[in-house]
């Protein structure tokens, strides 16, 4: 069989295209590809090409398959798209990073004295409600890294090193942003009625959101492929993406406890992302599980919160 690799604007990256044997697999050619340009299988990104004119998504070939499956009929020959993704680092590493901001960040504001740093000379008194946000904080965060290295169960292995400096950027920006006002010298207390509130509800909402995680790591296989499945059972009869949903509503409830304006900023930007994630994700689904064809159908759901999305 007989690759012509060519680059999105048609150049060919592989002079004479690349001979493999006609029952070679797309990791076979992912082997041939590094051998010739030094870019490792992470960072190759191989697509068929589209018919001109079509709206269609370009097909990425699965490393795991025959070559032979995206050739139409005998062909013996097969024109592919190769895109280098720049250099990677695997997911665990960009989400251990994300997180270690916030974690190690906000217990800063709250123990050492830089209020000091911003003009404010007088004692600094630390209110139960200021501590307690703390530690719900941390828990939050180490949650979240115990979650990247023992629960998910990642499709993809890799992300773009850009990645890393966006993520973090975003994380640890928050993280400060809020660590500074909640644990301000000049901070003042909600009610304590509100404070249990607001932690209580939290506190059920994070438990659930891992729980929600336990839930989409057991729809896959530790040696699977990455596919996708119907997520069903607690939250999930009810709402395509629960996870996100108790992600929001621990905020939300961080928010009652502790009535910042940094946080619901926070809030209000990370229930957006979510969102336009979920409604990927919801359409995904119905998609892959059309009833068609003797494929399941995807079961009427919420998309992220039940009763408004
Ligand atoms: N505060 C914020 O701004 C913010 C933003 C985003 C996320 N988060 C938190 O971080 C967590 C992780 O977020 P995420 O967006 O990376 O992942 P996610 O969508 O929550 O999914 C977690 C894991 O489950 C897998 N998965 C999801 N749906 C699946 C399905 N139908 N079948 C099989 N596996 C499935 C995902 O696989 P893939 O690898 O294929 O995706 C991923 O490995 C969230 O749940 C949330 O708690 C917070």
Redesign the pocket.
Not at 152 to 156: A, I, K, M, P
Not at 228 to 231: E, M, S, T
């Given at each position: 069989m007989k690759v012509t690799l060519v680059s999105r604007s048609g150049k060919e990256i592989v002079k004479g295209g690349i001979e493999l044997t006609d029952s070679a697999t797309v990791a076979d050619l992912q082997r041939e590809i590094q051998k010739r340009t030094k870019k490792s299988p992470d960072r190759q990104r191989l697509t068929l090409p589209v018919p001109s004119g079509s709206r269609e998504r370009p097909v990425v070939l699965n490393s795991k398959k025959s070559l032979k499956e995206y050739t139409d009929g005998n062909s013996r020959t097969l024109t592919i798209i190769f895109k280098d993704l720049g250099p990677q680092v695997s997911y665990r590493t960009l989400f251990f990073f994300e997180y270690l901001g916030p974690l190690v960040l906000y217990p800063v504001f709250y123990y050492f004295p830089v209020y000091q740093f911003f003009g404010y000379k007088g004692e600094r008194v630390i209110r139960p409600v200021q501590t307690y946000a703390m530690y719900y904080w941390c828990f939050h965060y180490a949650k979240?890294i115990f979650e990247t290295f023992f629960i998910?169960?990642?499709?993809?292995a890799t992300s773009p090193l850009s990645n890393v400096f966006r993520n973090c950027a975003y994380y640890w920006t928050f993280g400060s942003y809020i660590a500074y006002y909640v644990n301000h010298p000049l901070y003042t207390p909600v009610s304590d009625l509100q404070m249990k509130i607001g932690f209580g509800f939290g506190i059920v909402m994070q438990i659930s959101?891992l729980y929600c995680?336990i839930i989409?790591?057991n729809?896959?296989k530790p040696e699977g492929d990455?596919g996708?499945?119907?997520?069903r059972g607690f939250l999930f009869n009810i709402v395509t993406c629960a996870?996100?949903t108790t992600?929001i509503y621990q905020?939300l409830g961080f928010n009652i406890a502790t009535q910042t304006v940094a946080g619901y900023i926070f809030l209000l930007v990370?229930a957006f992302?979510?969102s336009n994630?979920a409604f990927a994700?919801h359409r995904r689904?119905k998609k892959l599980f059309d009833g068609k064809d003797g494929r399941p159908k995807y079961p009427r759901r919420w998309i992220i919160l039940p009763p408004f999305l």
């Open positions: 979240r998910h169960r990642f499709s993809h959101n995680h989409l790591r729809l896959r990455g996708y499945q119907i997520p996870n996100y992600e905020w990370a992302i979510m994630w994700k689904l």
